[in-house]
């Protein structure tokens, strides 16, 4: 079974500058989540989509954004993009949720530099 | 709102022993689920262990064990007979599932480094 993927691997970008980062779930999985992991600070939630639909966005600002495609993979867009976006940006997907919490499972994120 | 706090930023341990990484959360809720993942140098994150806070039972796979207790809030993780691939990155989740609504909520993480 194949994993999450992500691409690009790493992208480098100025400030000011658009970036698009793309991922695609494991087959059979509905639910796809995007994370900033930057130095020191964890995992911050980004995004969550599921069937197509954006369910929950943690706080960061509106210039983050996304979609989902019908065939389930996602983009996450990053506008205006600022020194600080500089970091990991990890997608992680599942089943869809029936009652209980699916298990994520991660890709190997895009290393997003802004100079 | 839910915090997670991941108090040891690293740890170290000898190949063979047994060491703990501890985890505590806050929250108001009762049903919510637990996990312990790890992130290899320059590696994805992988899952390591998951706990449903309503089963009384703590969690256990191959040498990896979870200590969970609701009252205290505290989700600790035992791992027994280090290898050198544990190095890792590891952190704890809680995730907070109700009608539909997801509230995900990591830990700053906890680096491991086994020696040899």
């Known amino acids: 079974e194949a994993g999450v993927t992500q691409s690009p691997t790493h992208l480098i970008k100025t400030r000011g500058q658009q970036a698009t980062l793309r991922c695609s779930p494991i087959?059979?999985?509905?639910?796809v989540y995007w994370y900033q992991q930057a130095l020191g600070l964890g995992l911050q939630f980004l995004l969550w989509y599921d069937e197509g639909e954006e369910r929950n966005r943690g706080n960061f600002p509106p210039r983050f954004s996304g979609r989902q495609f019908p065939n389930y993979s996602s983009e996450l867009n990053v506008n205006a993009l600022e020194l600080e976006d500089s970091a990991l940006y990890l997608c992680a997907s599942s089943r869809a949720l029936t009652g209980g919490q699916e298990t994520q499972y991660f890709g190997p994120g895009t290393r997003l530099l802004v100079l | 709102a839910q915090t997670v706090t991941q108090s040891q930023p690293e740890m170290s341990v000898q190949e063979a022993e047994t060491v703990t990484l501890s985890c505590t959360y806050d929250?108001?809720?009762?049903?919510?689920?637990l996990f312990w993942y790890k992130q290899p140098p320059s590696r994805q994150m992988i899952l390591v262990i998951r706990?449903?806070?309503?089963?009384?039972q703590n969690a256990t796979e191959n040498r990896f064990s979870v200590n969970f207790q609701k009252a205290a809030k505290s989700f600790s993780l035992k791992i027994s007979d280090s290898q050198l691939g544990d190095t890792a990155m590891y952190f704890c989740a809680f995730i907070l599932n109700s009608g539909g609504y997801q509230k995900v909520t990591f830990g700053t993480g906890t680096k491991l480094q086994v020696i040899p």
């Open positions: 929250t108001s809720e009762s049903n919510y689920y």
């Open positions: 706990q449903e806070a309503y089963k009384q």
């Open positions: 087959s059979g999985h509905t639910s």
